[in-house]
């Protein structure tokens, strides 16, 4: 009820630029039923993320409930729902890092950015995803910045990697 | 249709093609367990619990979602099929809590049945493996959300999607963690969820429970009653869950074609105030009889004996035509008859009438002038096999939820929908027209459509030879009305009139559904006769699907006004006026009888006003918050000698009673509403009367006796029974007769089935009649010290004067207060935004209320309810009346809008709060 009553004009949701992007990812699947997970990687790769806003947006123009797209979104874990981080770290809590201190690597991560798995710092510039095995058992523990992997870490060396980020994202 | 045969657990069945092995084993008689079943809703096949072995399959199916097929031999009970159904069971219960102690569903639950027919217990301790755990959502005012219980049968998401066309709810999340929520997770009020408990309905486990039922009886200690629901003129028929002489839930009946299976938030959880605290119980009278002095318990012979006398006294007096009363659209059917008896036949004049004076009048004249009958002509079912559905002047989903439903479905269906209305209503979602008119320019948009309509040819000129007359003038008078023109008017663009009326008049079968924004006019039987117009036009009547549909307000508005509740009938529509009418009631009661049609109700108040009208009997309705200009009505009843209230709560108008006199709700009574679409149904006495409180044909009887006239069918199956021998219609109706579904009236033998539609070869005054209609302007328009439009209605979650819904918790407790609607434009001009406070005032006074900025309303249009007393609609609403009907203009107003000072904000605080104090706490 609290939907229909909302007063109607289209708020804005991201940069115009990615607005009018979504508006014309909506004109293009207008007509075509069911194609909502393309609907929604597409959102996603304009913002980021799926804003709330832009779910709404996508559930009045395709007429498609919000419990569907939402049910959808939280479905595959290829949806993020919350703006997301520029830098995703991954620590690995698969059973050889854990036998080797994975779980004091992800403490130390947590304490240095003060967040926790699943959550983004405040300023957008770390994402905390936890994630089982990554593939590089030899190296446990394992962490992964973006697309660089770190292993044989302790906990002592992630301040400094994480540090390395920040400095980036700060001259880019 | 093919039929397939097969056998099922050794016995041969035949059946349809496309049947499941479920249904075809329902045919059996053979009880196939299903969790995420049911009959009204898509397959899901999901939880596997209905499988079965077929002869040569690999697989056990599940039956739900498995056709038969020519040649299946299939066993329902073997080891195989028990074992696989034991898993199912184990799997469930490893993640289900272990409450069935206190659980409301204990011994109604499929799960827990399913394991007691499968011998499946708890997993063993320590075996069960990981539990979820969600934390209980208790966020909203009607039902508990136990996810924890939940098996994810699904059944509540479909009942939402496909019974409701909502889809509030929706499986979130993955495996472990899946559950049913809304987007977001957020409580189910900041959803598109309206209440309806559909879904509550449709669990088959513990997981959504009613708080109305949490503690308060087991289901084996519950009997369930089928009954009308009081509120609105769909007249659903519901269930009420009663345990002793308590009401403790309700849900909706599968048993009528009026609402099959489906109710709204009022049917489903507003019946609480049936046992609030705060019923009259006792009669009350005036202490010293002083017109101020204070309202005190009396006996039922005191206060029977004080009306009797002073009516006796105010008619022997003054004269008959010194005495009225007002019936009760709210009443049945039998005790209307009963309350227009002693009106005609006791008190001697035809001084009756009652709100549907206020809300339909122009329906009864307009159409009666144009059929020959002012009712619906089509029924609920057709309304979602019509092609093209006309919505004017009606917020269908708030105001008649039901009804609202078969619109949805008829668009799903394929249907188009054209909405008329000043408002963003729900349904202008769905519409592909929105025809968005200024407030009281219905006949113009009418009479452009049929320009539009005769200019492409596009009449049926077949139906308007053969079945109609006065055709040329009609064409006479809609010539001017171009599109171009009737735009200045309306504010319609000229090519949606042009697409409207296309679209209705190219339809196979187009329905016009509508409601008080056509009536509530000082235009309003012309606006009726423009409906009618166009229906004719276009031979859209006398046919299935099709039809002019006024949609009622009050569950039995129908029948008070089948009863005779009216100045100028008779029960049937049967003139005062017309001498063998006269003379056959005169026969029939023993009375004499006035053949001068009487006055309306607001005649009367301007009577009582005026010191003509001294003693008034109202019974069951509240002039105080439901009639226009309240600070005149007010007046009025205070001028009169001696007021006689009947009703079941000490409402506005009751306060100013000389005599208060307890009736009984719906639950605690016997006889038949009749539904908008002319169905006449049972009300059933579900629990005996509160207090001292007695039967309302009692009270009436008694009050008759008092004043000389002892009737001998007093109790309803009698009254019915006398009614039906002096009224044609109803001849061949009885209480008897009405069984489960009811009956649609004209019925007049006891062999005749009821009628679906009406004016099927003929209209029932022989020929249609076209009435040439011009536009003429609303009472009273927007100038410079008043410039805005004010127009009312109602919301989903209250009802009409609040009396019965602000007194239920659930409803009391989502919506407690007014949120008057305004366009952003104006509240910004104001400098008002969402949630302030305003005053809103006309020519006849002011309120304070709060408001709501939404572009639902045009720039230029205020929208309030006049459901709160506190911040009453109806002081600031015009009493100008249409001249034919004399139903007040509720739908144009001119008002002045301003913030409210802080003064204005405190006082409303400290008014009309108590009710939903008292609720939060009650009950
Ligand atoms: S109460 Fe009605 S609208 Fe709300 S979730 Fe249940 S079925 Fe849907
Ligand atoms: S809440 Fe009830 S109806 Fe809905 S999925 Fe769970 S068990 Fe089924
Ligand atoms: S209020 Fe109307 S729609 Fe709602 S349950 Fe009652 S009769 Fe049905
Ligand atoms: S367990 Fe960490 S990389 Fe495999
Ligand atoms: S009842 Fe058939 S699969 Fe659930």
Redesign the interface.
């Known amino acids: 009820m609290s939907q229909a009553s909302q007063a109607g004009k289209p708020a804005r949701i991201g940069t115009p630029r990615q607005d009018a992007a979504l508006a014309e990812i909506l004109g293009e699947y207008k007509h075509e039923k069911g194609a909502l997970i393309p609907v929604l990687q597409k959102t996603q790769e304009v913002y980021g993320y799926v804003p709330r806003e832009a779910m709404a947006r996508i559930s009045q123009d395709l007429k498609v409930p919000m419990s569907k797209l939402y049910g959808i979104a939280t479905f595959y874990a290829q949806f993020h729902l919350k703006p997301r981080g520029e830098n995703i770290i991954r620590v690995c809590q698969g059973t050889a890092c854990h036998v080797r201190g994975g779980a004091r690597i992800l403490e130390a991560v947590q304490k240095e950015l003060g967040i926790k798995p699943g959550e983004t710092t405040p300023d957008l510039r770390f994402t905390i995803e936890p994630v089982a095995c990554l593939g590089a058992c030899g190296l446990s523990p394992v962490m992964m910045v973006n697309d660089d992997t770190y292993g044989r870490l302790t906990p002592e060396m992630v301040s400094e990697i994480l540090a390395r980020y920040a400095r980036a994202a700060e001259s880019a | 249709m093919k039929m397939i045969n097969l056998t099922i657990d050794g016995r041969p069945v035949q059946v349809p093609e496309g049947t499941s092995i479920l249904d075809a084993a329902g045919q059996l008689g053979i009880e196939i367990p299903t969790l995420c079943h049911a009959p009204e809703l898509s397959v899901a096949g999901a939880c596997r619990m209905c499988v079965v072995e077929v002869e040569r399959a690999r697989n056990l199916p599940a039956s739900c979602a498995t056709p038969v097929a020519e040649g299946m031999v299939v066993h329902t009970e073997t080891p195989r099929v028990q074992k696989a159904r034991r898993v199912v069971l184990e799997l469930m219960l490893a993640n289900h809590p272990k409450e069935c102690l206190l659980c409301e569903k204990n011994g109604d639950c499929r799960l827990q049945d399913y394991a007691y027919r499968y011998q499946v217990n708890w997993p063993e301790a320590g075996k069960g493996g990981e539990v979820r755990t969600f934390p209980i959502d208790t966020t909203n005012p009607f039902f508990i959300r136990d996810h924890q219980k939940c098996i994810l049968c699904g059944k509540c998401v479909r009942a939402c999607?496909e019974v409701r066309g909502v889809?509030?709810?929706?499986?979130?999340?993955?495996g472990f963690y899946t559950k049913i929520?809304?987007?977001?997770d957020v409580p189910l009020?900041?959803?598109?969820?309206?209440f309806c408990g559909q879904c509550v309905d449709a669990c088959p486990v513990g997981a959504l429970t009613p708080r109305q039922s949490i503690g308060v009886g087991r289901a084996w200690e519950i009997r369930k009653v089928q009954t009308t629901c009081t509120y609105c003129g769909v007249g659903c028929s519901i269930d009420l869950h009663v345990k002793g002489d308590r009401v403790v839930g309700a849900s909706a009946s599968k048993m009528s074609p009026a609402n099959r299976g489906r109710i709204c938030v009022k049917g489903k959880f507003g019946w609480d105030f049936i046992h609030r605290p705060d019923r009259l119980t006792t009669p009350l009278v005036r202490k010293g009889g002083g017109k101020d002095a204070e309202l005190v318990p009396a006996s039922w012979e005191e206060a029977l004996d004080l009306v009797a006398k002073r009516l006796g006294e105010i008619r022997d007096k003054h004269g008959s035509e010194a005495l009225a009363g007002l019936t009760s659209a709210k009443a049945t059917n039998e005790e209307n008859y009963l309350m227009q008896k002693l009106t005609r036949g006791v008190f001697g004049t035809n001084n009756i009438d009652h709100c549907a004076r206020l809300c339909h009048a122009s329906t009864v004249a307009g159409l009666a002038m144009a059929f020959g009958s002012g009712a619906m002509t089509n029924s609920i079912e057709e309304i979602d096999q019509s092609d093209v559905i006309l919505v004017m002047g009606s917020n269908t989903t708030e105001g008649h939820p039901v009804i609202g439903l078969q619109v949805k479905n008829a668009v799903k269906k394929g249907a188009k929908l054209i909405v008329a209305d000043p408002r963003k209503i729900?349904l202008t979602?769905l519409a592909h027209l929105h025809l968005q008119l200024v407030p009281g320019t219905n006949v113009a948009l009418l009479n452009g459509l049929m320009h539009v309509i005769l200019a492409e040819g596009l009449q049926s000129q077949k139906f308007i030879d053969s079945r109609t007359e006065g055709f040329a003038r009609l064409k006479e008078a809609v010539a001017e009305y171009t599109p171009d023109y009737v735009s200045k008017i309306t504010g319609v663009p000229a090519e949606k009139i042009r697409e409207a009326a296309r679209l209705y008049a190219r339809a196979a079968n187009a329905t016009i559904l509508y409601a008080m924004g056509i009536t509530q006019h000082t235009t309003g039987t012309d606006n009726v006769l423009s409906i009618a117009n166009l229906a004719m036009l276009c031979g859209q009547v006398g046919r299935p699907y099709t039809g002019v549909d006024p949609l009622r307000g009050q569950n039995n508005v129908q029948g008070a006004c089948d009863m005779g509740g009216l100045p100028n009938v008779y029960p049937g529509y049967q003139p005062v006026d017309k001498p063998e009418n006269r003379e056959k009631f005169e026969a029939s009661w023993g009375a004499e009888l006035s053949d001068k049609p009487g006055l309306t109700v607001t005649e009367i108040m301007a009577a009582a006003e005026a010191g003509k009208i001294h003693g008034l009997y109202i019974f069951g309705e509240n002039p105080m918050m439901s009639d226009p200009d309240l600070n005149h009505v007010e007046k009025a009843l205070r001028h009169l000698d001696f007021l006689v209230v009947q009703d079941i709560f000490l409402t506005e108008t009751a306060a100013l009673a000389d005599v208060v006199l307890p009736g009984v709700s719906f639950a605690e009574k016997d006889g038949s509403f009749t539904n908008t679409e002319r169905r006449v149904q049972r009300v059933r006495q579900a629990v005996p009367p509160v207090g001292q409180a007695r039967q309302d044909w009692e009270i009436i009887a008694e009050v008759a006796e008092r004043m000389g006239h002892p009737w001998e069918n007093r109790k309803p199956a009698d009254v019915m029974r006398e009614m039906a021998a002096l009224t044609p219609i109803y001849g061949g109706i009885s209480l008897e007769r009405l069984g489960d579904e009811g009956l649609q009236w004209p019925c007049p033998t006891p062999e005749h089935p009821g009628t679906p539609y009406l004016h099927a070869d003929k209209f029932s005054r022989g020929p249609g009649k076209f009435h040439a209609i011009t536009f003429r302007k609303p009472a009273e328009l927007p100038d410079k010290e008043y410039p805005l439009i004010l127009t009312t209605g109602r919301i989903?979650f209250h009802y009409h004067t609040g009396t019965l819904s602000r007194r239920s918790k659930g409803l009391g407790t989502l919506r407690p207060y007014e949120r008057a609607e305004i366009n952003?434009s104006d509240a910004e001009r104001l400098d008002l935004a969402d949630g302030d406070f305003a005053v809103v005032k006309s020519r006849r006074g002011q309120v304070t209320t709060r408001v709501?900025?939404?572009?639902?309303v045009p720039a230029g249009v205020v929208f309030m309810t006049f459901h709160f007393k506190e911040s009453a609609a109806n002081i600031l609403t015009n009493n100008a009346v249409d001249p034919v009907a004399k139903i007040p203009e509720f739908k144009v107003a001119a008002v002045n809008v301003r913030k409210a000072t802080a003064a204005e904000v405190e006082k409303l605080a400290g008014a009309g709060v108590e009710l939903v104090a008292a609720t939060g706490e009650g009950a």
């Open positions: 999607q889809a509030a709810i929706d499986y979130a999340n993955r929520t809304t987007a977001y009020q900041e959803s598109p969820c309206q729900e979602e989903l952003p709501q900025v939404t572009d639902r």
